[in-house]
T-cell receptor
Framework: QKEVEQNSGPLSVPEGAIASLNCTYS??????FFWYRQYSGKSPELIMS??SNGDKEDGRFTAQLNKASQYVSLLIRDSQPSDSATYLC???????????WGAGTKLIIKP | DGGITQSPKYLFRKEGQNVTLSCEQN?????MYWYRQDPGQGLRLIYY???????QKGDIAEGYSVSREKKESFPLTVTSAQKNPTAFYLC???????????FGPGTRLTVL
């Protein structure tokens, strides 16, 4: 069974602090990893994609991938109230076009 | 501007009706997807299509049907066989299987 797991939260973080979101996946052969942000009532939008082990930084966001431990994380530095949303982790686990989605972590940034 | 459009934004269905949700993309993407999202839940795959005139069932295809006659278009029909269709429906597309999926704005379907 191919699975992606996330803590559903809510995760509450003070404004200006670092928010850390985690995701584990079941297939060691997974190739592509994505973090999406979804505001209530809206469609998901891509935050970060990562394909190789290590860190990838884009502004206040850093994605971290550890294939040996089968987890991927997203760090948000200097958290802002506008970062309050649900964050979805998605993984491409095989040779087809399907992504396996986690259920999402709800993040709340408190002013 | 390139992107994915979905229509309508809101749709109301009476019991026993079939309804069709539209999805169009001008990104020249080969693959297109339909997802269903229930409140507080993640995305569940209904159908996907890698090329024109070909599509595969996802995890929850029962009660739904699709067609892919043109590269740009991937309409979803919610049939009367789908007993609990009230949900948020999302269409997505991607250029390559390892590439990012881009989403349309979604259609919110409510059964009256």
């Amino acid at each position: 069974q191919k699975e992606v797991e996330q803590n559903s939260g809510p995760l509450s973080v003070p404004e200006g602090a670092i928010a850390s979101l985690n995701c584990t996946y079941s297939d060691r052969g997974s190739q592509s990893f994505f973090w999406y942000r979804q505001y209530s009532g809206k469609s998901p939008e891509l935050i970060m994609s990562i394909y190789s082990n290590g860190d990838k930084e884009d502004g206040r966001f850093t994605a971290q991938l550890n294939k040996a431990s089968q987890y991927v994380s997203l760090l948000i530095r200097d958290s802002q109230p506008s970062d309050s949303a649900t964050y979805l982790c998605a993984v491409n686990m095989g040779s087809n076009y399907q992504l396996i989605w986690g259920a999402g972590t709800k993040l709340i940034i408190k002013p | 501007d390139g992107g994915i459009t979905q229509s309508p934004k809101y749709l109301f269905r009476k019991e026993g009706q079939n309804v069709t949700l539209s999805c169009e993309q001008n990104l020249n993407h080969d693959a297109m997807y339909w997802y269903r999202q229930d409140p507080g839940q993640g995305l569940r795959l209904i159908y996907y299509s890698q090329i024109v005139n070909d599509f595969q069932k996802g995890d929850i295809a029962e009660g739904y049907s699709v067609s892919r006659e043109k590269k740009e278009s991937f309409p979803l029909t919610v049939t009367s066989a789908q007993k609990n269709p009230t949900a948020f429906y999302l269409c997505a597309s991607t250029k390559d299987r390892t590439d990012t999926q881009y989403f349309g704005p979604g259609t919110r379907l409510t059964v009256l």
